[in-house]
């Protein structure tokens, strides 16, 4: 099956004409105040039922139709060809933000089907209704389930404890560490970055990897430091973290990966058009975009981030990659030609292979080989992967609003 027969057609925005743009945007005012008003109804009376997932449905389904209206001005308003609006950054984020709200409309109407079908009231797992009960963008849910509002002092601990294990601080001066760059920096330009979104929940990270002792949502292990540019680029999915082992490498090169007590890891390019290649990263240094690619991460100690978040990091890119190509744009899901072979030795030492398959099945099959591989026999609810990944991403409205998912220089 081709990546375009597997995947939802994509909505085409559609160019208007001048003296309709006034018509279009009263329409995105209406369809915000109904999704405003349908909101309120949001009331689970003591469980989530099949009344409940309609009405989350109807709500999703608005702020889709905003996002498509959306697109028609930009595309009404773009001076040039639709081809090239199509490639610009605003373009590449709409198509991302309605491939998202598309599979939540469909996983909130599915819902609503089941619970309809059994007149008995089912009992979801805690994981399932964080991802779908946390955003204001979509059931407004945020102060009454999930993860809440984040404590500062929590973010604080994490980037001190980031700080402390990758021993970050210079001894005498005021610069921190950042491994991708393989340089120190003004303190103040660090970030403390979640690898796996707080935003999910320590449910949903336990669904997913399995429960630690102690959890590891604040822990060092889920994060990373690093300059505060690369950090948001990073966020947007033009760079991922990958083994540091050749692109196609011998089955005994895979085993000396995964058997060091200390693996070494290098960044990865995977959406250059979200890049300035040519521009200078900071001022100083001399270093480019460009140069990221294959470049290999220097730290300062023997820690590192655990692999199953970097991989999840990794899977939501690869998502997000595929839903921001337009329409006509299918070379762009072929993302295994664009890194020559994926280099995840083993994902499934991470996630559940039925998680995994899940998630294929949304991409399309041309990604199954670089994903699929070694994934193990424990199982999860199949759609969780997928679940987190496109509410983190349908949800990203709401964050530029709200405390995000790092931590800069402030301690306040």
Not at 131 to 158: H, I, P, V
Request: a positive charge; charged letters at 30%.
């Amino acid at each position: 099956m081709s990546d375009s027969e597997s995947m939802p057609p994509l909505y085409v925005p559609k160019k208007r004409k001048a003296e309709e743009l006034a018509d279009l945007r009263n329409e995105k005012r209406q369809l915000e105040l109904e999704a405003k008003d349908a909101q309120k109804k949001l009331k689970p009376r003591g469980s989530f039922d099949a009344e409940f997932w309609t009405t989350a449905t109807e709500v999703e389904s608005l702020h889709l139709r905003k996002t498509r209206v959306v697109s028609d001005i930009s595309i009404s308003e773009f001076q040039g060809k639709t081809s090239d609006w199509e490639r610009t950054d605003v373009a590449r984020n709409l198509f991302e933000q309605i491939r998202a709200q598309e599979y939540r409309v469909r996983k909130f109407k599915a819902q609503s089907e089941q619970l309809s079908q059994n007149s008995r009231t089912r009992r979801f797992c805690a994981s399932f209704m964080k991802l779908f009960t946390t955003s204001t963008l979509g059931l407004g849910a945020k102060e009454r389930a999930g993860a809440g509002k984040r404590d500062s002092s929590e973010q604080s601990c994490f980037r001190a404890e980031l700080m402390l294990q990758y021993k970050s601080m210079h001894d005498t001066q005021d610069f921190a560490w950042c491994p991708i760059l393989g340089e120190y920096v003004e303190v103040e330009s660090v970030t403390a970055s979640h690898l796996f979104s707080y935003k999910h929940g320590q449910a949903t990270m336990d669904a997913i990897f399995g429960k630690t002792s102690p959890p590891e949502l604040f822990s060092a292990k889920n994060g990373l430091i690093m300059c505060s540019k690369i950090e948001k680029v990073f966020d947007s999915g033009a760079i991922v973290i990958v083994p540091d082992i050749p692109e196609r490498p011998l089955r005994s090169a895979l085993q000396e990966w995964i058997q060091k007590e200390t693996r070494d890891y290098k960044t990865k390019i995977i959406d250059p058009a979200g890049l300035k290649m040519e521009k200078d990263i900071i001022a100083i240094g001399g270093l480019k975009w460009k140069d990221l690619d294959g470049r290999k991460l220097q730290f300062k100690g023997d820690f590192r981030p655990a692999a199953r978040y970097l991989y999840f990091h990794y899977c939501l890119q690869i998502l997000r990659r595929a839903w921001r190509a337009g329409p006509g744009q299918h070379a762009a899901f072929t993302l295994q030609e664009e890194l020559g072979k994926p280099v995840w030795a083993t994902p499934g030492r991470y996630i559940p292979r039925n998680m995994l398959l899940a998630f294929v099945e949304e991409l399309g099959h041309r990604y199954y080989d670089s994903i699929i591989i070694g994934a193990t026999r424990r199982r999860g609810r199949p759609g969780i992967l997928m679940d987190a990944a496109a509410a983190q991403i349908a949800n990203k409205e709401e964050d530029k609003e709200d405390v995000s998912d790092t931590d800069s220089g402030s301690e306040d």
